[in-house]
């Protein structure tokens, strides 16, 4: 079945460093995926999303680009700041529409 | 637009008893699902709606457990004779499906089961 793989955390950065978080996937068809953020004690917030290949996803300063060749959707950002710190979940859509998680990577950034 | 709303946000329930959570979907939102996460790992799939027909159960969902969408709005997940393993947060979400791909799902904040 589809499914989604995340680099284990947790990731710990200092102000301003270069965020990666690795994802990858096995899908039938053509999956559109997603990142989700979530914060100590609440729900999930969507973060970006790409729906075909080679399409690139932003916000926040977040990007991630959907790679069909490599089955990858990482997780970026140029310079992450201490408000950044959370649990971060890959996810995709199957044929039903519904979303699978991966596992989700915590990270936390240190002033 | 409030988002999705969850309620209780907290219930602790002695083993054995049954519990029913209720979530409001965003309005005019057609698919509602429900997730359950459990610390340190992702949401897993329990069920989805699309309008009152509950479409897909995943195989998580024992028969203790039943969810119900009777007029496409709201919806309830009960859960009978709780057991221990069943402490976790149960997410719901909403969609309005147009039938293109990639629909952007919304969360609730969750509401967290302790089972004692």
């Given at each position: 079945?589809?499914?989604?793989?995340?680099?284990?955390?947790?990731?710990?950065?200092?102000?301003?460093?270069?965020?990666?978080?690795?994802?990858?996937?096995?899908?039938?068809?053509?999956?559109?995926?997603?990142?989700?953020?979530?914060?100590?004690?609440?729900?999930?917030?969507?973060?970006?999303?790409a729906?075909?290949?080679?399409?690139?996803?932003?916000?926040?300063?977040?990007?991630?680009?959907?790679?069909?060749?490599?089955?990858?959707?990482?997780?970026?950002?140029?310079?992450?700041?201490?408000?950044?710190?959370?649990?971060?979940?890959?996810?995709?859509?199957d044929?039903?529409?519904?979303?699978?998680?991966?596992?989700?990577?915590?990270?936390?950034?240190?002033? | 637009?409030?988002?999705?709303?969850?309620?209780?946000?907290?219930?602790?329930?002695?083993?054995?008893?049954?519990?029913?959570?209720?979530?409001?979907?965003?309005s005019?939102?057609?698919?509602?699902?429900w997730?359950?996460?459990?610390?340190?790992?992702g949401?897993?799939f329990?069920?989805?709606?699309?309008n009152?027909?509950?479409?897909?159960?995943?195989?998580?969902?024992?028969?203790?457990?039943?969810?119900?969408?009777?007029k496409?709005?709201?919806?309830?997940?009960?859960i009978?004779?709780?057991?221990?393993?069943?402490?976790?947060?149960?997410?719901?979400?909403?969609?309005?499906?147009q039938g293109?791909?990639?629909?952007?799902?919304?969360?609730?904040?969750?509401?967290?089961?302790?089972?004692?």
């Open positions: 079945g589809d499914s989604v793989t995340q680099m284990e955390g947790p990731v710990t950065l200092s102000e301003e460093a270069f965020l990666t978080i690795n994802c990858t996937y096995t899908a039938t068809g053509y999956p559109s995926l997603f990142w989700y953020v979530q914060y100590p004690g609440e729900g999930l917030q969507l973060l970006l999303k729906t075909k290949a080679d399409d690139k996803g932003s916000n926040k300063g977040f990007e991630a680009t959907y790679r069909k060749e490599t089955t990858s959707f990482h997780l970026e950002k140029g310079s992450v700041q201490v408000s950044d710190s959370a649990v971060y979940f890959c996810a995709l859509s044929l039903g529409g519904k979303l699978i998680f991966g596992q989700g990577t915590t990270l936390q950034v240190k002033p | 637009d409030t988002g999705v709303s969850q309620d209780p946000r907290h219930k602790i329930t002695k083993r054995g008893q049954n519990v029913t959570f209720r979530c409001d979907p965003i005019e939102h057609n698919r509602l699902y997730y359950r996460q459990t610390l340190g790992q949401p897993e329990l069920t989805y709606f699309q009152e027909a509950q479409l897909e159960k995943s195989r998580l969902l024992s028969d203790r457990f039943s969810a119900e969408r009777p496409g709005s709201f919806s309830t997940l009960e009978q004779r709780t057991e221990q393993g069943d402490s976790a947060m149960y997410l719901c979400a909403s969609s309005l499906d293109a791909a990639g629909n952007t799902i919304y969360f609730g904040e969750g509401s967290w089961l302790t089972v004692v």
